[in-house]
Structures are given as C-alpha cells and as structure tokens.
C-alpha cells in the first residue's frame, strides 16, 4: 500500500466524498470508502488529471501549492506563507481535519493534502505525491534578501552609527581600563554594576543618552554592557575576585582582535542574550529545560548575515522576515507558553508568532554584540517609536531596550570576522576630517569642534585642555600601545588633518621614543618584601653565600627576594637560626 493510499484511508467517508467532487468536479458514483479511497490515490498520481487541474487552480492557490511542494516539504506553514505573500488561500469550510489544524484551507487544495501517521496527525501532501507534483510544477523563484536605500532625509529621531569606525578605539580604551584595573564585576554572576557600566559608557559611543520608557531600562549602556560581557569571555581578560584584568596583550591589530574576541564569544559563552529581554517573564522557572541551545541559535543568524552584502543597508524588518519565511531553524524555545509579560496564568505567549520571541532575540544579538564588535553599522530609534510594538495586554511602550533598531549593514570588518574574507581593508569612511594644527609640545588644535569619534580616538593618545585643543600624553601613549594600540594609526590620523605634510620635529620625536620604549621595561614575576628587625640581620641576609643568589637590599632594613624562593628563604634562614614570620 502506497503512502497516499495509507494517508487517504486516515479519512472519513464524509471528507473523502468532498474531496471527490472537489477534484473530478462530479459526485461520486459509488459512496463505499474503498472505492472513494482508490479513486482518489489513481486519480491524484495520473499527471493527465493532475495538469488540468493545476492549471485551473486560482493564483494564490498556485503560488501557495508550489511553496509547499518545494520549500514546506508537504505542511501547511501558514505564518510562513502569510508573512511572504500577505495572505493565505482561506477555505470556508468548518469543519474537518484540515480547519481543526488551524489551516482553514481553500477547497480546492484540499484534496493534496492528508493526515499523517494517523488520524489527528497534522495534514501534509504524502511524499509520493509530493514526487508527482515536484515533476510537474516549476519552482519558485530562489528567495533573495533585497537590500535598501535608506530614508533621505533621515526621520528626525533616526541616527546612524558608524560602528566598523568607532569599535576600535573604544576597545583600545577598554583594554587600557582592564589594565589599570577599572572594571569591576559580580564575583558571582560576572555582571558589571551599574557604576562600572557607567565608567565604561565614557569610553563608548552609546545609542542613547538617556532611558526614554520604563520597559527598555539600560538603553543608555547597551554598547558598554555588549563590550564588557564579550571581553570577559575572550582570553584576552581575567577576573581576579571582583576586578577584571588584562589576561595578556593582544600583539594584534585591532581587526585580529575584534575577530578573535567574536569567535570565542559565538562558540564559547554559554550566557543567553535572551535572558536580556527582561519584560519577558518565566525564563527561569519550569519553562528554563525548553530553551534552545544559545549557540545554535548564534550560529544560525550568522548563517543569515554571511548573506548580505557588504555595505549594502537592510531594514530589520525585511531580514527578519526572510529568516522565517525562508524556513530559519531558530527557534528560542519549544514551551513558550511558559512565558508571559504581566501574569503567569494569563499564557500571553502561547504559540507566540516569530516577531514576539525570536526576532526580539536577534534585535539583542544584532545590536549588543554584532555592531558593538564594529560587524554592522546600524541606524537607531528611540524603542519606543514607529509603532513598533503594540502590546494587547497593557500599556507598554515597547517589549525591549533593542527594539530600536531600524536598519543595518555588514562591514568590511564583519565580513573579516566572518571569515567572509580573508584580510581586512577598512571601510572608506563617510565623514569628512576636521582640519586641525599641530603646535610645539604635541597640541593639537582643530579648527573646529571635532567629529564626537575624532574626540574619542585622540583621547586615547591625549589630553583635552580646552575647547578643540588637546596635548599629546606620553602616559596615555605609553597605556595604549602597551595594549595594541598603533602610533601609525595616530600619526595617520594627525597628518590626514594637518595641512603639512609632516609632524613637527618635537611630535615626531616623542612618537619615536614612545615606539622605541614600547617593551623598554619587562614584568617577569611577582616579589616578596621582607622587613629585618636589625640592619644586623639584613647584612647578615645579604652576605650569606646562599640567601644572596636570591635577594637584594632595599633600604636599611628590607631585601626583596622572587616569590617563588619563599619556601627556600625560609627554610635557609631558620638552618641560621633566624626566624621569619
């Protein structure tokens, strides 16, 4: 018995006498199941009957029927199909299999589709017809994700962020910050607080100055929240109780960097960015074992964004919608009706459509960590604009701090991290270089007030002593090269704004000796500081043929020795007769 016999026998007598008159356009002569059943199995395989009446089928029902023989596999995808066609082949029927699924087919489709396994299974067109109908109907045209222009002019509360340009100078000053020990997280959860999301944030360029709804609250630290969760996770930071340290230098250019730092993120951190989206309730609780694995879903956007075109712009929406109408597998949850926003027992996410759960989730994964790695530039809204959430259950601006996003575009360095390509050449920047002179003793003064990422950038190598004017810092040089930072970069970006052609010689020189003295001074380990209570006994130390291979005087009563000699001091010190405490 052949899989569309089995399928068709699922049916009751009633079902199969409509299906009947549906597709031969006449009543059935007999009414016995066996007869209706072999009619319909010979009648549905024979391409003689099957052309016609696909050729007589009404457009949407056409378009509708070649998805699901090709891209469904046979199922009814319903919200897939809606999604991409804005509308469904709608039946008028109420009753039957097929309107108890929730499908609610046109008529004259019904007759592919049955029952599987038994008589409640979900309806699908059976794989041998399925074979028959792949033979005669030509595909659907490949599915392309169209790129954009963006609005010209700009809505007012629009904003661009160039993220490929300003990414590396906020990481320089990061990783300076993790050197001198400024940033300090929870010994337990590894979260910075919010006084250390608010140092960083002076570091970085954040989307927005300050909250504007209660359900998006920390909007204003996304950029440092995303660097901060990234860089602990790389090995380039280690947490020491409740300090996060610089781990070792990254000897790289900043493009190596923000690639390695992004790959060890993807496949490493197992903290869930959904848990982010903090309006939605439940996480925790039972509905927690039926979450998804969080770097499949990582993966799986990336799988997306591998096919967008550099430099070309994408409204959120667009690739959102692609994702699920071309049949994504991300999924955040398989019980989301464990969720819910106000009350547990109200079940506001049961069979929650994609754009509540999932494309929430690639909002966050997209804004606080793709663009704060510099992947994409992006262009921000206030959250609470457009109309992009409306909420049946309250008064709720908007679902989440990341609903903001309106467009976006894969960078030259996201395309290298990406390993999209195999070296990186900066993206051209869009914005003009304000002019500035280089005066004695490393001022820089611009003629105007610089470009807010010509401010951060410069601060990294200088002082701000006045309005538009700054002073080369040999300290502040020192701190970033030490952590990957570049003089060609600074002197690239002093020269492409001065009308000389060079640096003045006092500038050139201090550039040169902070590159000279970049490894001047090694840490090679960590030493003990032993006080004497006689500079008897500290004589005594620094003479002995033993105890002086391993220590040096430090004033009247000190000497340093390795910290790694300790047990052996100690045990020649009492073989003197000297007891150390």
Not at 260 to 270: A, D, F, G, H, L
Not at 356 to 381: K, P, W
Request: hydrophobic share 35%.
């Amino acid at each position: 018995m052949s899989d569309l016999q089995q399928a068709i026998d699922l049916e009751t007598v009633d079902t199969l006498k409509k299906r009947y008159f549906t597709y031969f356009g006449v009543k059935p002569k007999q009414i016995r199941k066996a007869f209706l059943i072999e009619a319909l199995r010979e009648g549905l395989s024979d391409p003689i009957l099957l052309k016609p009446y696909l050729k007589k089928l009404p457009k949407l029902e056409m378009i509708f029927i070649r998805e699901s023989v090709f891209h469904y596999n046979g199922h009814i995808e319903k919200p897939r199909f809606e999604a991409k066609y804005g509308e469904f082949p709608e039946g008028t029927r109420k009753n039957g299999l097929l309107y108890f699924y929730g499908a609610g087919l046109s008529e004259s489709v019904e007759p592919f589709f049955y029952p599987q396994g038994d008589r409640y299974g979900s309806p699908k067109i059976p794989d041998g017809l399925l074979s028959i109908l792949q033979s005669l109907i030509d595909p659907p045209e490949p599915d392309m994700l169209k790129s954009c222009t963006l609005p010209d002019p700009l809505p007012d509360h629009y904003k661009v962020f160039q993220r490929e340009r300003l990414a590396p100078s906020e990481l320089q000053s990061l990783l300076v910050l993790l050197q001198d020990k400024q940033i300090k997280v929870s010994d337990k959860t590894g979260v910075a607080s919010l006084a250390t999301l608010k140092k960083v944030s002076q570091d970085t360029h954040e989307y927005y100055e300050k909250t504007s709804c209660d359900e998006a609250k920390g909007m204003d630290l996304m950029v440092s929240y995303g660097w901060l969760r990234l860089l602990e996770n790389s090995k380039f930071s280690k947490c020491s109780k409740t300090t996060l340290l610089l781990a070792e230098n990254t000897g790289k250019n900043s493009a190596e960097t923000v690639k390695e730092i992004w790959e060890q993120w993807v496949t490493r951190s197992s903290d869930d960015e959904f848990r982010r989206i903090n309006t939605i309730k439940g996480q925790t609780g039972k509905g927690k074992r039926f979450f998804s694995d969080v770097k499949g879903r990582r993966q799986e956007i990336i799988t997306y964004l591998k096919g967008c075109r550099v430099g070309a712009w994408y409204a959120f929406e667009d690739f959102s919608k692609f994702m699920f109408t071309t049949g994504s597998k991300l999924e955040i949850t398989a019980e989301p009706d464990y969720l819910y926003i106000y009350d547990s027992s109200y079940g506001e996410f049961y069979n929650a459509p994609w754009d509540l759960l999932e494309a929430r989730y690639i909002r966050c994964f997209l804004v606080e960590y793709a663009a704060t790695l510099g992947l994409i530039d992006v262009v921000m809204a206030p959250p609470n604009s457009d109309n992009c959430y409306y909420d049946d259950f309250g008064d709720m601006e908007c679902l989440s701090r990341y609903d903001g996003l309106r467009f976006f575009r894969l960078t030259s360095l996201g395309a290298y991290a990406l390993d999209l390509s195999g070296s990186y050449q900066a993206t051209e920047a869009e914005s003009t270089e304000t002019t500035l002179t280089i005066q004695r003793q490393g001022r820089v003064v611009f003629e105007q007030t610089p470009t807010p990422w010509e401010q951060r950038f410069l601060s990294l190598y200088a002082d701000n002593i006045k309005e538009n004017t700054w002073k080369l810092s040999r300290k502040k040089i020192s701190e970033v090269i030490q952590v990957g930072g570049s003089i060609d970069e600074l002197r690239t970006f002093l020269l492409m704004r001065e009308n000389q052609p060079f640096l003045p010689e006092d500038c050139e020189s201090l550039l040169k000796q902070a590159e000279a003295n970049r490894d001047a001074v090694k840490l090679h380990s960590e030493a003990l500081v032993m006080t004497c209570k006689t500079p008897e006994i500290a004589d005594l130390i620094v003479n002995d043929k033993v105890l002086s291979k391993w220590c040096q005087r430090l004033g009247k009563l000190q000497v340093v020795i390795p910290k790694n000699k300790e047990k052996k001091f100690r045990d020649s010190l009492n073989a003197m007769g000297v007891g150390c405490s």
